[in-house]
């Protein structure tokens, strides 16, 4: 079958909802090619309409300085500032709890007081947490607008590869074909390895950027309530006494679980915060910002390397262990985990040594991030802390882009985390905002 349209967008997460937003009006015609399912069908974490932050958990972050960075879009901070506005109050319209944290200005000055003595950065900025239930009935009502306005929504359909043809590009969808005068490339983290190799492919593949690598920090939820009642998701970061290397917490969930990520080749770990099932743990992403050079520059192999190897020790499954274990070079056996005083939220592990998953280099950079970090924290670097590994956020490819997200092959842009230019929910929606403002104002 051959579908023919004004604009193809590859990817349902929120870089690719927001964009078919701003196009619908317009009376483009619209296709939006998915490979997961609506979501009221999905089953997976990594993939179907919604995308992975916009669907397990979503924290929008609403300040420039977390999730992107508006200068190299193009961006100043007005307008940065009006496009997050923007993006929240979509998101509000579809039902979003209207309640933020971080507003408070005097608890925000404290705890960045508190940061700043122990050598550690504290991000401060307004939040809005959904949480894991109602983001998905916020993803479902923006879903059944967009096909009620006549977006065309082709799911469970992977795009294999797109080739440029007279004046427009041909998508292969495996026998079937999307034809489009533009698209909008937007497949998620998921799919960046996809996007490189399809870029590479047309002549505009990406320049390599740093590579974030760690584990997911759990332990319990007493400890971080001081801060929870601040700022929901805090944000902090660290340079580590040994390396001087770049150390940050990532998407905290408050009572929250633990989640497995299967990405086929590799498991990786990551977490959410139900909005009525609460836990009694509380967990982290920690990460080290790992930057590669000539002649060793491809950070996306390399970390696919790093999950590989630890899936491979892990038995096809997350490795779990103990801080006080990592600290003695010993790997943790079911027996020591059970002596932990909390229960972890993930069950499907192997208790094991993420030193023998990770760099070194990495686990020094871990443990010394976490003993700086207990003077914010008190009793996180307890050692009964729970270590998951790996997680790894693959935002090491970005694309030189022009105005609007379009690259150096003219009606092809790119957007969302895969663009190498957002970090999260909010920026990714940016970016295919702006994407789609740039293809209608060529039609105005």
């Not at 009376?27 to 309409?49: D, I, N, Q, Y």
């Not at 440029?164 to 983290?189: H, M, S």
Request: aromatic share 8%; hydrophobic share 40%; with cysteine.
């Amino acid at each position: 079958m051959r579908w023919e349209c004004d604009v193809a967008l590859v990817g349902a997460g929120p870089a690719g909802l927001f964009a078919a937003r701003e196009l619908a009006p317009a009376r483009l015609r619209v296709v939006v090619v998915e490979k997961g399912l609506a979501p009221k069908e999905r089953t997976s974490l990594t993939c179907g309409v919604g995308g992975a932050g916009a669907f397990s958990d979503g924290k929008l972050n609403l300040t420039p300085r977390i999730g992107g960075e508006p200068e190299a879009l193009g961006l100043g901070p007005a307008e940065a500032m009006a496009l997050i506005r923007y993006v929240d109050e979509t998101f509000t319209q579809y039902g979003a709890p209207l309640e933020y944290s971080g507003e408070d200005e005097d608890a925000l000055s404290r705890l960045r007081r508190v940061a700043a003595e122990a050598g550690v950065e504290f991000l401060a900025g307004r939040q809005r947490h959904i949480g894991t239930t109602k983001i998905r009935e916020v993803i479902d009502n923006l879903y059944q607008d967009l096909v009620r306005r006549g977006v065309t929504f082709l799911l469970g359909r992977r795009v294999h590869t797109i080739r440029q043809e007279g004046k427009g590009f041909v998508l292969d969808l495996g026998g079937d074909e999307v034809v489009a005068r533009y698209v909008i490339a937007a497949p998620g983290r998921g799919g960046a390895y996809w996007l490189r190799e399809v870029t590479r492919a047309m002549g505009i593949g990406p320049d390599f950027g740093p590579l974030d690598v760690g584990v997911r920090v759990e332990f319990p939820a007493e400890i971080y309530a001081p801060i929870e009642r601040i700022m929901y998701d805090a944000k902090f970061r660290v340079r580590t006494p040994t390396y001087d290397d770049m150390v940050r917490t990532f998407c905290t969930n408050p009572r929250g679980f633990v989640v497995a990520e299967d990405h086929g080749d590799y498991v990786l770990v990551n977490g959410h915060a139900e909005n009525e099932t609460k836990t009694a743990n509380t967990n982290f992403a920690l990460l080290v910002r790992i930057e590669l050079t000539d002649p060793v520059e491809d950070t996306t192999e390399y970390g696919r390397a790093i999950a590989k190897l630890a899936t491979t020790i892990g038995g096809g499954k997350p490795i779990l262990q103990r801080l006080k274990d990592l600290r003695q070079g010993r790997r943790s056996t079911l027996e020591r985990i059970r002596r932990v005083p909390i229960e972890p939220t993930l069950k499907d592990f192997t208790p094991g040594d993420i030193s023998m998953a990770l760099p070194h280099r990495v686990v020094v950079d871990l443990v010394e991030a976490l003993a700086m970090l207990d003077r914010v924290m008190p009793g996180v670097d307890s050692g009964s802390t729970l270590l998951y590994a790996p997680e790894i956020k693959f935002y090491d490819t970005r694309y030189r882009v022009r105005a609007g997200m379009e690259t150096e092959l003219p009606g092809f842009y790119v957007a969302g985390d895969a663009s190498g230019h957002s970090r999260g929910i909010v920026f990714a929606a940016v970016t295919g905002i702006l994407a789609a403002r740039h293809i209608l104002s060529r039609h105005a």
